[in-house]
């Protein structure tokens, strides 16, 4: 049974504790603040971005281009957002497993790393991880994404890989983090889907494919930054939520034992106060 003193220190160590996770709080509060802004001003681009090229018909003249054309799929090229941070809850385990369960459907992967976590997770998977991104804040997303998304570019032309898939948290709401995992190349596979836009009634200069070679690359780019955009936001939202727990949970500890502590100097207080009577009746 732990001492006074003991039980003293660790309601010192304890608050200590509690005022850290106290100031990460409000750290991660204000970050979620500045990356929601972010997110709302990328999100109308990225929606549009998608809405053009999706809005490419499949035609005769489409049917064979490099960026529609189904391939057999050699290799899977997967590039997974996590953060370099730990203390965000499941943010970063459930977006790894989440890519884990589709890389374990291709037959080669080349996975991407942005964030210390994914790399670590993949790393100790033995999986092949090609490139790593650490240390990406708000200020080089965008850099990050064109490096990324040049990368992706390069190795799809050549023939290196044959599907893109980009692995990240989709923000719905302070308690609602989705993990996804969305498939960006080719932009189109599916029939149903190569229907659904067939009819759509647009006029590109000088061709289609021309607009094809020149968007992709863009449209990749502003995915890759979306991504993770929205995933910052998440980590945050998942880091404030987690820091706000452990907050509370160390105000309860502290409560229990301040509880404890005082019934401990009460019996101390009642021990001596019994010494004192019985030695004054024995000297009566």
């Known amino acids: 049974m732990p001492s006074m003193k003991a039980i003293k220190r660790r309601i010192a160590s304890v608050g200590n504790t509690k005022q850290i996770m106290k100031a990460m709080n409000l750290v991660a509060a204000s970050r979620l603040q500045k990356d929601k802004e972010y997110l709302k001003a990328v999100r109308p681009l990225l929606t549009e971005t998608k809405r053009i090229i999706g809005g490419v018909g499949y035609t005769e003249a489409t049917a064979e281009n490099l960026f529609v054309k189904k391939r057999e799929v050699k290799n899977a090229a997967f590039v997974v957002i996590t953060s370099d941070r730990g ?6 385990v459930n977006i790894a497993k989440e890519a884990l369960a589709v890389i374990g459907k291709v037959k080669n992967e080349k996975i991407i790393a ?23 804040s708000d200020a080089n997303f965008y850099e990050d994404a064109q490096q990324i998304g040049k ?30 995992v969305d498939r960006i190349l080719p932009i189109v596979s599916d029939t149903d889907e190569l229907r659904e836009h067939s009819g759509a009634e647009m006029n590109y200069e000088p061709d289609v494919n021309t607009f094809l070679e ?26 404030m939520m987690s820091m706000d727990a452990a907050t509370n949970n160390a105000a309860e500890i502290i409560e229990d034992l301040t509880l404890e502590y005082n019934r401990r100097r009460q019996g101390a207080i009642t021990q001596e106060i019994n010494e004192i009577v019985s030695g004054a009746n024995a000297l009566s």
Not at 87 to 92: P, R, S
Not at 218 to 238: D, H, K, P, R, T
């Open 87 to 92: 203390l965000c809850g499941g943010y970063n």
């Open 151 to 180: 990368m992706l570019v390069s190795m799809y032309r050549s023939g290196e890989i044959d599907e893109v898939y980009v692995a990240h948290t989709k923000f719905e709401s302070m308690l609602s983090h989705v993990p996804t």
């Open 114 to 136: 942005v964030g210390v976590k994914g790399r670590d997770f993949f790393r100790r998977r033995k999986k092949n991880i090609i490139s790593q991104y650490i240390g990406a």
């Open 214 to 239: 020149q968007a992709i690359p863009m449209y990749i780019n502003a995915f890759l930054y979306g991504a993770m955009v929205e995933s910052a936001v998440c980590e945050q939202a998942s880091r």
